[in-house]
């Protein structure tokens, strides 16, 4: 049969199918030509391949966000290609726009879609072409058609010979998360249903079924299954992961697709298969549950699930990946397409083999110092991961501990990929799943670990079986434990309350102050619901009862340091006998250059802790840190020998209990130094608090004033939408504002704003004058939207009304701010950004400042800032007035926070993080003391917007650059394709480097002036800014230089002592 033999015969059909449907009004414009369609597409596929099979999903499963139809070839199993129909308008063209969204789903398979109306087919390719066939003109001429022969093309385009299809494991693993995603997806708009809304006998069973199973999940295994979201997911983890599992055991013995794809089916169920189907519990009991979903060819399960078996099929590894795939390259990439946020709720990072290698040969090394009667060759013993992720920990324990056969390696995981991941890792490390390997499916904070679940006689099978796990897992979990090991989740985000137990919570007190030193807004109490500090004291509780045990977990390098640890370090203190710290990841927060082994934003380090039976007179401590090496550099060092000789000994800890050695420094004169601020009124300041926090910043701030106004009034405009607003405005730039924040109530609020002339000089950065629309009513419609992220700070706003105000801003933990320590303050004449500092929320401390807003009828005035009690003895020790002292001591202040001499002298002490402010060393000496201020007062004036300062002479009228690259003496500013546009060059290096609070200033000022941000050429004047900005900063550095003989001598000198 021709085409053109099929394709007449088809209109014919057509016409009369489509003819009876629409007269009698019984069937839709969609649904009236929809057999004539299939027996086409079933001629066609003919004509082409006999081997072309087409699987006609049914239209009442039209909501299952399956396409129409689907072709795959019966030998190989390998799909063609999907094909969505709509209703026909016998006359205009399909409008494809209205689809687009739809079809793109199906084109995530990477697998091309057909979209017809029946007369006009378009042709979708994953790369994201498109092209239109119509079989004939419209309006169509029923009676007369012409008809198009040229729509085989298309037709041969879409069945291309579809052979087995060889592909990398990470390949693999894409494919199964988009799939993955796309159930966890239709699990959840399921489960949001009550029984009675589905629509068929079909669709109402499995909601039946799958709200059965979620009670009985949550009950009998992880409460935080409460969730419907984490229900959808869990069970699209193991649905997924069951089948690549399946896929990786039947893989080589299936003589063909259509074999494996049996095969793969029948793994679950198996008697055969037993062997590798009792070591993932739940995964089989789970499976065996929906049974009755995933052999139905009607449910959305079955339909899911066979798509995907077609799939693996269809599928065969490359030869090199067979072998030995990368399990911490396969979990990245799946988490990347299945749900980012997933990463950020459970702090999924996966260890690197190296690291992992690295820390069990340094726990060996230990023991063999530390407890050297301690044998793991010749007597039984249990070690445990409590977070095993996909397992790497437990590989390098199998090979490294070389352990007694009847000795347990132990790994506990809360998600299901993962979970299997581990388990594929096992079954590939010899002939056989090593016997000694337990891997269980728990949550390890649960009260289920510390007190064993009870059977209830009543339970059904399958409770039975989840709690049977559950108790599996407490008794592995139970004492002694010789070595605990492992990379705790880190993740501040309590993405379920349900995930921590009762029992768990409880021993978190013994990480937090007493009660009565608690305070009601600390932050530092906020940080101990990070989940790995839960798994520390998990830790620490085995590890008490096992003694001699040690433990070794990979956690956030700011648990050495930060104040919100200091209590949970106090207690391993008391607890541990020997500790050893390796920093081997900076925290790249603080914008430094970093070459980190872990793609975070955190640092990360290795914790290696050891309890003895003997009593705990004195812990060592021992640190080393490589956080200099670059990525290859320390994965080479975790690939050489453990050495345990090159450590630095801390042999006392401080008051913060810090686990980081400092730099020696004169604590007993920095003790009779003032406090920027303290309790009890006895700092130099009296209140201080965090600035205006604004969202987004990119919506309310702008260098140029009449940008800033332009901006906002073409946003304000109803028929600007977000699109338009975005692509005028915010292209190029990082993090544009975003839609949610941009809705008519905030436009309406904008354009008030605008119209009431509420735009003022901001503090944005350091050195860096910008504008701001300040209007409480604009800020209460942004503080309602999706998002939040708006604070209003009304102590500072009402300060700085007041122009008799001025203050400056203090980086709240300077250690944050980069590798080494630099000026970690700038002043601020105007109302300061809540971010002058890189990290952390800078406070500002001003010369007057109103008390604490606390109630409705809140006095606003502002009122003298300084303790009095210094301002008393100041007053008598200069003959000054204290009213005139209150800005000569701001300065002062100032002065010496900018000490480059100060900051070299006591960086032991003020290189710290969160958790004490500076102390200021105030002179007797009346004259070294108006000198020093007198600085002040210069620094703070260069610092000034308006400041004037001598430039060299540049002819250049105009200037507009997207790019530029700072180089060691060069600035080169290059337009949007890279192309370099003008060149600075034999520029003073220290100027380019030149940072303050975490921030480059040349490099700020070069971003917020670059197309992206400023939206326009830059003319004379803002080139001459520029220019100004680099005399500014040359004269500051030279008067800092000069500063710092003063400041030598106030500390060589006599000091004002402490009231």
Known sequence: MTFQHIAEQYFKDLKKEFSIGTSTGEATGELSYRMSLDNFFKNVAEKIDKKIDRIHEPKNQGKLG?????????????????????????????????????????????????????????????????????????????????????????????FKKAGYRKVTENQLVNEVAKRARSLSEELLELLQLDDDEGETKVERTTIKLLKELKSTAEQSHDKSLIDDKAFAGFIAQILSFGLLYAHRVVDKAAKSPKDKYQKIHDFWFSVLEKEYTDKLIPFRTLVHELKSELDSELSRLGIWYDDLRRMLAHIQLKDEQIEQPDFHELYETFLSVYDPETRFDYGAYYTPRSLAFYTVNLVKAVIKKTLPNLKLETTKHKVIDPCCGTGTFIEAMLER???????????????????????????????????????????????????????????????????????????????????????????????????EGEIIKQLMEDFRPDADDRKGRQNTQKQLQNDFVKFIRWTIYRAEKSVPSVFALILPSGFAKYNTYKFARKYLSEKVSDLWILEFDTDNRTGAEASNVFKTLQGRLALVGVLRSEANKKVNINYQSICNLNRQQKHEFFNSEVSLADWTAINQLDENYSFKPASDYDAEMYSQFWALTAENDEGIFLRHCSSLKLAPTHLLVHSSEGQLKRRSKFIAKAENNYATIKEKWYSGQQKPPPGTKINDAVKNKLEKAVNAKNIFKYSYRPFLESYVLLDENLFDELGKTKGGGMRDRPEIRAAYSNKNVFGFAVAPAPEDLGQTLHKFSSFCWNVPDNDLSTRGNAHIFCNFFPEYKKKKDWDSKVKTNINPTLLSTLSKQFSIKEEKLINLLTFYCYAVLSSEFYLDQFKGKLYNVAGEWASIPITADKDLFLLVTKFGEQLANIEAGDFKAKTPKDDLTGLEYHKYKIETDSIRFMDEKGNLIKQYIDLDEDILQFEVSGYSVVREWLKLHSYPYYRKQLEEDEIKEFHTLLSKIRLYKDTISELDKSVEEILNGKLLAKK
């Open 66 to 158: 399956r396409p129409d139809w689907r072709f795959h070839n019966s030998d190989s199993m390998g799909v063609y290609g999907y094909v969505e129909a709509k209703g026909l308008d016998q006359n205009k063209e399909i409008k494809v726009s209205d689809y687009e969204s739809q079809v793109e789903r199906y084109l995530v398979l990477e697998n091309p879609v057909i979209l017809t109306d029946g007369i006009d087919f378009v042709l979708f390719t994953h790369d994201g072409k498109k092209k239109l066939f119509s079989l004939c003109n419209k309006p169509i001429n029923w009676e007369k058609p012409e008809l198009n022969l040229e729509v085989e093309v298309l037709f041969k385009t879409f």
């Open 401 to 499: 501990f070389n352990l007694l056969s009847n000795s347990s390696i132990i790994g506990f995981e809360i998600l299901p990929a993962p979970y299997a991941l581990a388990h594929y890792r096992m079954t590939m490390l010899g002939e056989k799943y090593p016997d000694n390997i337990k891997i269980i499916l728990t949550n390890t904070l649960s009260d289920n670990l510390f007190e064993e679940v009870k059977i209830k006689k009543d339970a059904s099978e399958i409770s039975v079986l989840l709690l049977q796990e559950q108790q599996a897992a407490y008794q592995l979990a139970n004492p002694p434990l010789t070595i605990i090991i492992g990379n705790p989740p880190s993740t501040d985000k309590k993405f379920q309350p349900q995930n």
